[in-house]
């Protein structure tokens, strides 16, 4: 069974960058044909996709947080890492990574394991 979970800060102040890790176990971020993204909740609202890597270490994200964004990985230790620069308190949300097939990491839908998400407050 494929495992996730998340980790990092609680709390990063305004205008510092975000850094998150997602740790994967029962199963490798480089096997065909899965693709690893990072989602976000804010409160009381719906889930926000921003970014993904691929099995072979392609990287997209959102249009609408490119500008801030940054995806990596570590593959001997099987973790993939987002960083998202120069945040405000409008960042303040639920952080999750998950698992799709890659021909489904754009519909939210699609992903089968998700972490159990860390809380991310941005505030000075």
């Known amino acids: 069974q494929v495992q996730l979970q998340e980790s990092g800060p609680g709390l990063v102040k305004p205008s510092q960058t975000l850094s998150l890790t997602c740790t994967v176990s029962?199963?490798?971020?480089?096997?065909?044909?899965?693709?690893w993204s990072w989602i976000r909740q804010p409160p009381g609202k719906g889930l926000e996709w921003m970014g993904v890597?691929?099995?072979?270490?392609?990287?997209y994200s959102s249009p609408s947080l490119k500008s801030r964004t940054s995806i990596s990985r570590d593959t001997y230790k099987n973790q993939f890492s987002l960083q998202l620069s120069s945040v405000t308190p409008e960042d303040t949300d639920k952080y999750y990574c998950a698992r799709a097939r890659t021909e489904g990491w754009g519909k939210l839908y699609e992903y089968d394991y998700w972490g159990q998400g860390t809380q991310v407050a941005v505030s000075s």
């Open positions: 890597i691929t099995y072979d270490g392609s990287t």
């Open positions: 029962g199963g490798s971020i480089t096997t065909s044909y899965y693709a």
